[in-house]
């Protein structure tokens, strides 16, 4: 065998050669010149990646010493024993989650929201502490103890906080609201709005000119502390009338308040909004009350058959009843009460029944009422052509006011049989949206009716301007006072001007209407009598007619009207306080006296004795 030759030691030479190899076959790509530039500076990733990790070990170094800095001042300032571990670790976790916090972006919103606030000790802590309770609070569907009672209840989003940052339940949350007090409400900024609703205010009347008198500032503040007043004393009855209109507007009229109206020895009550009252609260009205002649109640909707039983069963003396909306009281019950107490009735005033009341009622009514002198039927769901049967036979009847729904089939024949029979004692009569009246009503009532004093006859499109002239040329009846002829007018919009033959009040008729009543007149509404001309107009209020009485004056949706007319209406009607021009878009441009409300002026410049000009919208 031959021996293993020795191996052969590279020499340089070779050694320089195989590199040569190696970085023939390496493969480069092509370098940045921000890796050249790196490399010419000495500079490598990673003395960046070390440099980076001394910059973060520094950091957390220092906020370990801050944190344990500020646990070494707590301790010194708690008179305490000093923390467990867990305490510590516990704090440690808050302030390093507080941190978080600040950093944040919600931290910054809320802070941003609150560079308004005026609490001088209300800081950035504060806030984070806000914020990190909130973080804390039990989710939604989660258990919780209530921060009051204790009691354990599920959390849902509407869960109250408690005084203290907790949770309240649902039962502690109620009592927490009612304990808080609103603010009050901050006056806005900009003084001119005040202004102008002042002087909108002056212009629809709502405001007299100057200050209040003392007895209406009274007035207005007992309403506004209604709820702590424990007794009227002895207030007259017409003071008693205005605190129940005011309080019954702003529907405070309670349980409560309601004892306040209650003197046994007065003999009328008014109060227009019972809805907030139950069945006791009417009984204690006729029990404490029981010299009662005079009953006026608005929105009874709770008022049932109990209460009118008990009317029945103390026999009481009521010869007025006024009554809006009793619809729990039954037919049966209306009968027995007019059976019992009708001989009494003086004065039946019903609105608004849709259950109750039909004509059978009515003829039960009529014949157990032969004193009445007053009757007021409207918005009656059940009653048709038997109850105008029954109305024709009361003889004492001197005020009638009826308003049937359009949807009732009414006989023409039963309205010329009512003031055929009943007409000539009339001094009041109303018939209000009667669409199927004609001109022989009018004529009916120019031969029978010569004691009015008050007519009605609204909402008609039968009624011709010849007719309604007719009825008032040569009538022997006094000048009326209060007159009310709106929305008697043709109904085709199509033709704006109306038939050949004018339908409703128009130039005749209205002319002839206030050479009839213009002396004594003091209510007048013509409101959508749209055929009445510029030439009617301008000869009723021509120069030197005066209406002396006239103290309203409605002739809304009248386009005829302008500034000339209106300021015609002003010098021939001094004692004008009311002037109503809704839709009457020619009124631009006009001096309104003193004393003067004129409403409805959309978009007119207008100017008030001794108050600035100013423009209503």
């Not at 006094?478 to 109306?498: E, F, I």
Request: proline letters at 6%; charged letters at 25%.
């Amino acid at each position: 065998m031959y021996d293993t030759p020795p191996p052969i030691k590279p020499t340089h030479i070779d050694i320089l050669r195989a590199n040569r190899r190696q970085q023939a076959r390496a493969i480069r790509g092509p370098q940045s010149a921000l890796t050249d530039f790196l490399a010419s500076n000495n500079i490598s990733a990673r003395q960046i990646q070390d440099d980076y990790a001394n910059r973060q070990a520094e950091a957390a170094r220092q906020a370990n010493e801050t944190q344990r800095q500020s646990v070494d001042a707590e301790q010194a300032r708690s008179p305490s024993e000093p923390n467990s571990p867990e305490d510590l670790i516990k704090k440690r976790k808050r302030q390093q989650a507080i941190a978080r916090i600040k950093n944040s972006k919600e931290f910054a919103k809320r802070k941003a929201r609150l560079n308004g606030n005026d609490d001088p000790d209300y800081d950035d802590e504060d806030l984070a502490n806000e914020i990190h309770e909130e973080r804390q609070r039990p989710q939604p569907g989660q258990l919780a103890n209530c921060e009051i009672c204790e009691k354990r209840f599920t959390v849902t989003p509407y869960s109250k906080a408690g005084p203290n940052g907790g949770l309240l339940c649902p039962d502690c949350s109620k009592k927490h609201k009612a304990d808080e007090k609103k603010p009050p409400a901050k006056k806005r900024a900009t003084g001119n709005i005040g202004r102008r609703q002042n002087q909108a205010n002056l212009l629809d009347g709502l405001t007299p000119h100057g200050t209040q008198s003392l007895l209406e500032t009274c007035i207005k503040k007992v309403a506004d502390y209604i709820h702590d007043v424990e007794d009227f004393g002895d207030l007259p009855p017409s003071l008693l009338l205005r605190l129940g209109q005011i309080l019954s507007r702003r529907r405070a009229v309670t349980s409560k308040t309601l004892d306040l109206f209650l003197r046994p020895q007065y003999r009328s009550i008014d109060l227009f909004d019972c809805a907030k009252l139950d069945t006791d609260d009417f009984h204690k009205i006729l029990a404490s009350m029981p010299h009662l002649t005079r009953v006026n109640l608005r929105f009874t909707t709770p008022l049932k058959d109990e209460i009118i039983q008990y009317m029945v069963d103390r026999d009481m003396q009521i010869k007025d009843l006024h009554l809006d909306g009793p619809n729990l009281v039954t037919d049966a019950c209306w009968r027995l009460l007019f059976m019992k107490l009708g001989h009494r009735f003086l004065s039946l005033k019903l609105w608004n029944l849709n259950s109750a009341f039909d004509d059978e009622t009515t003829q039960v009514m009529c014949t157990h009422c032969p004193n009445l002198q007053r009757l007021k039927l409207k918005f009656l769901h059940r009653t048709g052509n038997g109850t105008l049967e029954a109305i024709s036979t009361l003889q004492s009847l001197e005020h009638l006011s009826l308003h049937y729904l359009k949807e009732t089939e009414i006989d023409p024949k039963h309205l010329l049989t009512i003031v055929d029979n009943v007409g000539p004692r009339l001094k009041t009569l109303s018939l209000e949206e009667f669409e199927f009246a004609d001109d022989s009503l009018l004529q009916l009532i120019h031969e029978k009716c010569h004691s009015l004093v008050k007519l009605r006859l609204s909402k008609n499109f039968t009624f011709t301007d010849k007719g309604l002239a007719a009825m008032f040329t040569n009538w022997p009846n006094k000048a009326l006072t209060y007159v009310d002829m709106n929305s008697l007018r043709d109904v085709d919009m199509t033709n704006p001007n109306g038939p050949e033959e004018p339908i409703g009040l128009a130039s005749s008729g209205f002319v002839a209407l206030m050479e009839h009543s213009g002396g004594k007149i003091q209510h007048l509404n013509v409101a959508s009598c749209r055929h009445i001309p510029y030439q009617a107009f301008e000869q009723v209020f021509a120069e030197g007619k005066v209406y002396p009485e006239l103290k309203y004056l409605d002739i809304s949706f009248c386009p005829a009207v302008d500034d000339y007319i209106a300021m015609s209406i002003f010098r021939c009607c001094p004692a004008l306080q009311r002037l109503v021009v809704f839709a009457c878009f020619n009124v631009r441009d006009i001096h309104i006296p003193r004393g003067l409300a004129v409403i409805g002026t959309v978009g007119a410049t207008v100017k008030i004795d001794g108050v600035a000009q100013t423009e209503t919208v």
